[in-house]
């Protein structure tokens, strides 16, 4: 609460009029990128071998076209260093460099043909928090559709590497047949669009609405904020709504004084990134299944627990008259497992969908329900965020907890979720690789991370990303706002003290 507000709050009630605090508008633009088809024209039966070639399709020419300038004039022991086209082309003793894939083999890695073989265990093992082999099990192997090479070499302890990331390494074979490298290159950050590239012709506002070219501009120049939240972790107790019910309050100027409500204005949008319904009831065993009784249409009442839902609809249909909502599904919300995650179903919201546009319409509605990954403009700024997995995949492949540089270094990667589909589940794309980052976004938040982080990074070609690690608002109580003239962030939290 800002100086001040507390006076006006407790002041008693007067005939004084006020003025009106009008909300900052949002310009909004999202994209469809990770939209899957709808009904018969989606299948799960064809191989996710072909996603890892058009990954390497797509990405293998704008990385050996940054190896071939770094390395065009190197000469070790007098020897030039050659580019070969595929790994099996390379000669043991003679100095090359090639690009491919990355393979970490790791013995600790989920490995589905074991999950079969012991689907009648008791219990299942519980989820390991890392891969890496305490014992140096683990090799990195890089292939194409040739075969596949395992590399050795210094670089490989100062880079992090995952599966499925597109590199070129630069070294020679040994007499063991591993490719020992000297040095190594990644795709890095791809062309950035400017501000408002994709509104120069009119701007498309949260209501579907189109504006009048100087209209546009005008709004353009009154910068708004955006609020980012995640990790709700909403479980329909009462008991545990106090903190939510503070930030709604606090998002729709009601739990602060005239001074903080003018700053409340500001923020022109709401994201939310997934994670806003709490874990729900885990998967039977096949066991408990065959011992329980069939229940008409499959729904059992006893289990099923509609107040999560219920009550992340009144929250939203309490903040949605006062701005528009972005919300993207994550883990343990009602939404398909496999990235991407589709949009949660608007049947979840019989109050929020409402604000949904009508069928036929163009545009985006005031309540914008998108899926996981999720990019789009708002106010003329690109975003890309998800609702975490992809980091938290990450993190199982390498040593510490650096969050930011995990991020960092999937946007040098040029993939969404380059450990999908190997231990991420995900949609076995066939014609393109949805995952990979075609232009580098302004803004990329990460949801439901231990804590709240961010930082700039910086690309050859003077791109420039915000980085946001948005932490879980159930254990932390902050919320992530983001000025969207400077892209610079802040947090507000809020806590509840207990008076003992």
């Known amino acids: 609460m800002a100086d001040g507000d507390e006076n006006v709050l407790l002041q008693p009630p007067s005939d004084e009029d006020y003025p009106t605090i009008e909300r900052q508008p949002s310009s909004y633009n999202p994209l469809k990128t990770f939209n899957l088809a709808k009904g018969d ?17 797509k990405l293998k020419p704008a990385v050996e076209e940054i190896a071939a300038e770094a390395w065009a004039d190197i000469v070790i022991a007098g020897e030039s260093v050659r580019r070969v086209d595929r790994v099996l082309d390379v000669r043991q003793g003679e100095l090359c460099w090639v690009a491919g894939t990355v393979y970490m083999d790791m013995p600790l890695k989920p490995n589905i043909l074991d999950d079969i073989s012991k689907d009648h265990w008791i219990s299942a093992p519980p989820p390991r928090e890392k891969y890496m082999s305490p014992t140096g099990q683990d090799q990195t192997m890089l292939e194409d559709e040739s075969g596949r090479l395992r590399l050795i070499g210094a670089p490989l302890q100062i880079s992090m590497l995952v599966t499925g990331c597109i590199v070129a390494v630069m070294g020679t074979e040994n007499a063991n047949g591993d490719f020992e490298i000297v040095d190594l290159k990644v795709p890095d950050l791809p062309r950035q669009p400017q501000r408002w590239e994709r509104d120069d012709g009119s701007a498309i506002l949260a209501n579907g609405g189109g504006k009048s070219k100087s209209e546009v501009q005008k709004e353009r120049k009154a910068g708004g904020k955006a609020a980012i939240v995640s990790g709700l972790g909403i479980d329909g107790e009462e008991g545990n709504t106090l903190t ?10 009601e739990a602060c004084g005239q001074s903080t409500q003018q700053e409340v204005g500001k923020i022109s949008r709401l994201i939310i990134a997934g994670n806003s319904i709490t874990e729900s009831t885990p998967l039977h065993s096949r066991d408990e299944l065959t011992d329980k009784k069939s229940k008409k249409y499959g729904y059992d009442s006893s289990i099923y627990n509609p107040a999560p839902t219920a009550r992340l609809d009144d929250f939203l249909a309490t903040i949605l008259p006062s701005m528009p909502i972005t919300l993207l599904p994550g883990e343990s919300d009602p939404a398909n497992v496999s990235l991407p995650q589709q949009p949660i179903h608007p049947a979840m919201f019989p109050h929020s969908r409402a604000y949904t546009p009508m069928p036929g319409s163009e545009g985006p509605g005031w309540f914008d329900s998108v899926t996981n990954p999720w990019e789009g403009d708002v106010d003329g700024w690109r975003m890309m965020g998800n609702g975490g997995q992809p980091i938290d995949d990450i993190f199982k492949y390498v040593e510490g907890d650096e969050r ?26 066939q014609d393109n690789d949805q995952f990979v980052i075609e232009e580098c976004p302004h803004v990329y938040f990460v949801g439901s991370q231990p804590a709240f982080e961010t930082a700039i990074v910086d690309g050859p070609a003077g791109q420039s990303v915000r980085l946001i690690a948005v932490p879980k608002f159930k254990e932390t109580g902050e919320v992530v706002l983001l000025d969207m003239d400077t892209l610079e962030v802040e947090t507000v939290n809020f806590e509840i003290f207990n008076e003992t």
């Open 244 to 253: 939510l019910d503070l930030l709604m309050e606090y998002l729709v100027g």
């Open 404 to 429: 930011l540089e995990m991020m960092e270094n999937l946007l040098r990667w040029r993939c969404g979720a380059p450990t999908a589909p190997d231990t991420l589940w995900c949609y076995p794309f």
């Open 41 to 57: 024209q989606k299948h799960y039966q064809q191989q996710y071998g072909d996603m890892y070639f058009l990954r390497l399709a």
